[in-house]
């Protein structure tokens, strides 16, 4: 068996849908369990329908809930058979007059909790996921539609909620298991639900950790995250076009590299993929023949000694300088304590004698953890800022990767700089205004010799 996942972009319409159909016929073989993501930007529209919603702009919220309905029914038309279009009416008509009057719901209480976001963002994959199995039945293939929330079970934190692995394990192997032996199983990414059936998610991006979830267990011999670029590139494309595929690299850099806002892959994906020693391979959607990036336990040998460079944008920096001269002892805990009660991840730490630099993505709760630090330190803040972070296992044996980086970086202010304490990564805070200069600078120092064993070049843009 294989899980092949298909994100927002590889089921956006009813021709990619048929591209996917493709995708997976020629596999039928191996025994497919496919997790789709919601078609295109739907997470988003879902989102914005929830928050028009508790503004109260009915108009507005009416005008989208009908746009997504319309354009679900549009491109499920072109992909599903006459006969079953009346089946397809009812139970799009059935899914939407549910979620109209969750969000009218919403639009009277005027408030917006995790549980209700959740309730509302489910759409998205409950429905692809139903229509996608309607598409490969019209494409010949024996198809059956599995409810993730039925065999997902999480925790109750909504919005960001982690699976009960035990439970979800054992339940996909007596559900997924006997279904996949006659047929392809469809389900939903993303979503999941309580012990008590109540829906949550596994917080945005979480696709990819589904995937991997059903992977483990059902003990799938390979997890496969189609997507819309040719693998894990050298650099994230949105900021440096012209990265390089990377061809193999190992769990703890691909890990690395998503927490440090590899977008491509969800951070926990390979959570459950180095448990059982399973490889995760990226794929193109558009491009099924490019042989993608193959995520492995082992290291792999390699002559350059950066793989990839992550960027993580909008960053908020925090100093904090203690107002007596010298650190007291207990400072540090004071100030970990208050980011920890405020629920802040805090992403990067420097310290001096009498100061402390950190970094957090979320801002939330930014002016109230600023109140309480200044109880008893001086706090500022600095907004738009961006952790650039150079990934590879071979950054731990190799003396004078930081004078490289500094020395290609003339002229561009680094705030902070850290070499993490998992020896595989050197990550640094610059403005965000600079963070395409960086990029490409690092990106020329680091790759512009390459092994082929481990990267293929790309020749369109630097030919
Ligand atoms: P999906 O909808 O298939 O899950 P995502 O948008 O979540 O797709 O992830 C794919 C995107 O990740 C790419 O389009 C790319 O812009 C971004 N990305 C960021 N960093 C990298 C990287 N190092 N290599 C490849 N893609 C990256
Ligand atoms: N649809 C969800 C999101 O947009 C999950 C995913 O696509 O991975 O965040
Ligand atoms: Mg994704």
């Not at 193109?284 to 350059?304: F, L, M, W």
Request: net charge negative; with cysteine.
């Amino acid at each position: 068996m294989i899980v092949m996942k298909f994100g927002g972009s590889s089921v956006e319409s009813a021709a990619a849908i048929e591209r996917v159909a493709g995708i997976v016929k020629a596999r039928v073989e191996r025994r497919p369990v496919v997790v789709v993501s919601a078609m295109g930007k739907t997470t988003n529209k879902l989102l914005a329908i929830a928050a028009a919603a508790i503004e109260g702009k009915r108009h507005e919220y009416i005008g989208q809930l009908h746009d997504l309905r319309d354009f679900h029914s549009r491109e499920a038309r072109l992909v599903v058979p006459l006969a079953e279009r009346a089946e397809l009416d009812r139970t799009l008509d059935d899914h939407f007059q549910e979620l109209t009057e969750l969000v009218k719901g919403l639009a009277v209480l005027g408030e917006l909790t995790p549980r209700s976001i959740d309730a509302i963002s489910s759409y998205g994959e409950r429905l692809s996921s139903y229509i996608v199995t309607l598409a490969f039945r019209h494409f010949g293939m024996k198809t059956e539609h599995l409810d993730s929330r039925h065999v997902i079970v999480t925790d109750k934190r909504h919005t960001q909620a982690a699976p009960n692995f035990p439970e979800t394990y054992a339940r996909l192997r007596a559900k997924v298991i006997p279904l996949a032996q006659e047929h392809v199983v469809v389900m939903g990414g993303f979503i999941g639900s309580t012990e008590n059936g109540v829906t949550t998610t596994l917080g945005r991006g979480g696709s990819d950790f589904t995937a991997s979830i059903v992977g483990a267990g059902i003990g799938a011999e390979e997890i496969q995250i189609w997507t819309d670029v040719d693998g894990m590139l050298t650099a994230d494309p949105t900021i440096l076009a012209g990265g390089h595929r990377v061809k193999t690299i190992s769990f703890d850099e691909a890990a690395e590299l998503a927490y440090f806002g590899a977008k491509v892959l969800h951070p926990a994906t390979v959570v459950p993929a180095i448990e059982k020693n399973i490889p995760v391979l990226i794929l193109n959607s558009r491009r099924p023949d490019v042989p993608g990036t193959r995520i492995i336990a082992e290291t792999v040998a390699c002559d350059n000694v950066v793989k990839s460079i992550a960027c993580k944008r909008k960053i908020t920096v925090v100093n904090i300088q203690a107002t007596r001269m010298l650190m007291a002892h207990g400072f540090l805990h004071r100030i970990f304590e208050v980011f920890d009660r405020y629920e802040t991840a805090v992403d990067m730490v420097s310290t001096s004698e009498v100061s402390v630099s950190l970094t957090i993505d979320n801002t939330k709760s930014v002016d109230a953890i600023l109140k309480e630090l200044r109880e008893f330190a001086e706090a500022s803040v600095e907004h738009h800022q961006a952790i650039v972070c150079l990934v590879g296992e071979n950054i731990r044996f190799t003396p004078g990767v930081a004078r490289r980086v500094f020395n290609s970086l003339d002229g561009i202010n680094i705030r902070m700089i850290s070499q993490g304490a998992s020896l595989l990564n050197i990550s640094f805070v610059v403005a965000e205004a600079d963070v395409h200069r960086t990029v490409e600078a690092l990106h020329e120092e680091f790759f512009a010799e390459l092994d082929p064993e481990v990267f293929e070049r790309n020749e369109a843009v630097h030919a």
